[in-house]
């Protein structure tokens, strides 16, 4: 993956669904939507430089501390999908990311997540601020995702109109 003046959104491998994920319903189960967005994130996250090996070196990682998915299109057991990864943007401690899930050979959208990533010291369990090699990643990447159209589902909210 180039980080620096990619203006697209970085792609996951090809994920299935599997038969054990599918419940009374007939079709993938809400939680296993977070797997395979969870799953898409640690494979862009490595490529900024925080996958396990950051973890064992530095004692550092990334922590979810909000996420908004919204589920559009069913997805059955066996269907092909992939998970593309926009940076919305970052601070010294944060990273507002945007996913979609998609059938990787059909094209058509079966849910969104967005959430918002905190750098954390594991020792101390706190928020502390991405080192500057992290920084400097993010910010490559998102020099290219800035020229991005804002998806649309960024920044939703769940309330009924009174």
Not at 114 to 130: I, Y
Request: aromatic content about 8%.
């Amino acid at each position: 993956m180039t980080l620096a003046g990619e203006a697209k959104p970085l792609q996951s491998a090809v994920m299935t669904v599997k038969d054990d994920w599918i419940d009374y319903n007939g079709h993938l189960n809400m939680a296993y939507y977070n797997v395979l967005f969870d799953t898409a994130l640690d494979q862009v996250f490595e490529q900024l430089g925080l996958g396990p090996d950051y973890v064992k070196t530095r004692n550092a990682s990334f922590f979810t501390a909000e996420v908004h998915v919204c589920y559009l299109q069913e997805l059955s057991a066996g269907m092909p999908v992939t998970v593309s990864v926009q940076l919305i943007g970052f601070d010294a401690k944060r990273a507002h990311i945007y996913q979609e899930l998609r059938h990787a050979e059909e094209g058509w959208l079966s849910a969104t997540s967005e959430q918002m990533s905190l750098h954390v010291d594991m020792e101390a369990r706190k928020v502390v601020p991405w080192p500057d090699d992290i920084r400097a990643n993010l910010a490559a990447l998102l020099s290219g995702h800035g020229c991005l159209p804002r998806p649309e589902r960024v920044g939703r909210r769940i309330e009924i109109p009174r």
